[in-house]
């Protein structure tokens, strides 16, 4: 944690040096003889105008988009949706807005009832590095892909889906800063979507409800997931409650697991079977 807070102030204290170098630089420039005005085409924001939004790169989104249309033999039967998920107790996840917002383009993206979504591609906002921003704080959401083959037993999904999952969300740049959990967690952010192909990569998936274990299932093989990879490792870390403020996992950890995704001895049909604490009846 101490590695990860002393890299990301190293990191803003450059910024703000270079920030006031290039400052200096322009303030030492003699003032030129003819002035220009240039009148810029403005956006307006109105749902989405607090001041420190949750949101993420439109640009990012849509490489994650490319890569998931490219890799789709992974789920040749499945689609792609992005997904919000909450981060606090109190995240309002009702009535969420969206507006994908550029320099001078900007769009509203609808959000479904269970909170997943699709982005239109649009050149322009590509082009202006635009940012897809919800109406709601940092650190108040996190993000996921959501890719789902239809027809699968109920409590079930399969691992080609979820493998394919971690690699468009680490291309689509969704993992918010989940640094450190088990001490280790902090790289995912780092790494491309080759991580995923590592064979226990530390991705955390969510579940829909809270987990009693998870099982795979491939033919006639069989086998629980050990406890460690559940709850975000939470039985392997006694200060975990320390942590939570900096996982995106803070008020789901018994909703989490992760997969041997690497692996290559369960293939993508493997079925990954859920167990809940609940049955939902």
Same mark, same amino acid.
């Given at each position: 944690?101490?590695?990860?807070?002393?890299?990301?102030?190293?990191?803003?204290?450059?910024?703000?040096?270079?920030?006031?170098?290039?400052?200096?630089?322009?303030?030492?420039?003699?003032?030129?003889?003819?002035?220009?005005?240039?009148?810029?085409?403005?956006?307006?924001?109105?749902?989405?105008?607090?001041?420190?939004?949750?949101?993420?790169?439109?640009?990012?989104?849509?490489?994650?988009?490319?890569?998931?249309?490219?890799?789709?033999?992974?789920?040749?039967?499945?689609?792609?949706?992005?997904?919000?998920?909450?981060?606090?107790?109190?995240?309002?996840?009702?009535?969420?807005?969206?507006?994908?917002?550029g320099s001078t383009e900007a769009f509203e993206v609808p959000i479904a009832p269970d909170h997943t979504f699709t982005l239109p591609r649009n050149q322009k906002a590509?082009?202006?590095?635009?940012?897809?921003?919800?109406?709601?704080?940092?650190?108040?959401?996190?993000?996921?892909?959501?890719?789902?083959?239809?027809?699968?037993?109920?409590?079930?999904?399969?691992?080609?889906?979820?493998?394919?999952?971690?690699?468009?969300?680490?291309?689509?740049?969704?993992?918010?800063?989940?640094?450190?959990?088990?001490?280790?967690?902090?790289?995912?952010?780092?790494?491309?979507?080759?991580?995923?192909?590592?064979?226990?990569?530390?991705? !955390?998936?969510?579940? @829909? +409800?809270?987990?009693?274990?998870? #099982? /795979? &299932?491939?033919? $006639?093989?069989? *086998?629980?997931?050990?406890?460690?990879?559940?709850?975000?490792?939470?039985?392997?870390?006694?200060?975990?409650?320390?942590?939570?403020?900096?996982?995106?996992?803070?008020?789901?950890?018994?909703?989490?697991?992760? !997969?041997?995704?690497? @692996? +290559?001895?369960?293939?993508?049909? #493997? /079925? &990954?079977?859920? $167990?809940?604490? *609940?049955?939902?009846?």
């Amino acid at each position: 944690m101490r590695t990860f807070i002393l890299r990301l102030a190293t990191h803003t204290l450059c910024a703000c040096v270079s920030a006031a170098a290039c400052m200096n630089a322009n303030a030492q420039q003699p003032p030129s003889t003819t002035t220009t005005r240039t009148t810029l085409p403005t956006v307006t924001i109105s749902t989405k105008a607090n001041r420190d939004p949750v949101e993420k790169s439109y640009r990012k989104m849509i490489r994650g988009m490319d890569l998931f249309e490219k890799e789709r033999a992974t789920s040749p039967g499945a689609s792609l949706r992005f997904k919000l998920l909450p981060r606090k107790r109190e995240t309002d996840m009702g009535r969420i807005e969206m507006e994908v917002i550029g320099s001078t383009e900007a769009f509203e993206v609808p959000i479904a009832p269970d909170h997943t979504f699709t982005l239109p591609r649009n050149q322009k906002a590509y082009d202006e590095n635009a940012q897809v921003i919800p109406n709601r704080k940092r650190q108040t959401m996190t993000w996921r892909t959501e890719i789902r083959t239809p027809g699968l037993p109920p409590n079930t999904r399969r691992l080609g889906d979820l493998r394919l999952e971690c690699r468009v969300g680490m291309e689509a740049g969704l993992v918010s800063n989940s640094t450190n959990i088990v001490g280790r967690l902090a790289r995912v952010v780092l790494d491309t979507p080759s991580y995923c192909d590592r064979k226990d990569p530390l991705y !955390l998936f969510f579940a @829909d +409800r809270p987990l009693f274990s998870v #099982t /795979l &299932v491939a033919g $006639d093989r069989k *086998e629980v997931l050990p406890i460690n990879k559940l709850y975000a490792a939470a039985s392997d870390d006694p200060g975990l409650n320390n942590d939570l403020p900096y996982c995106d996992c803070e008020v789901l950890v018994d909703r989490t697991y992760v !997969l041997p995704l690497g @692996d +290559r001895s369960w293939p993508d049909d #493997t /079925l &990954v079977e859920f $167990d809940y604490m *609940e049955d939902g009846e």
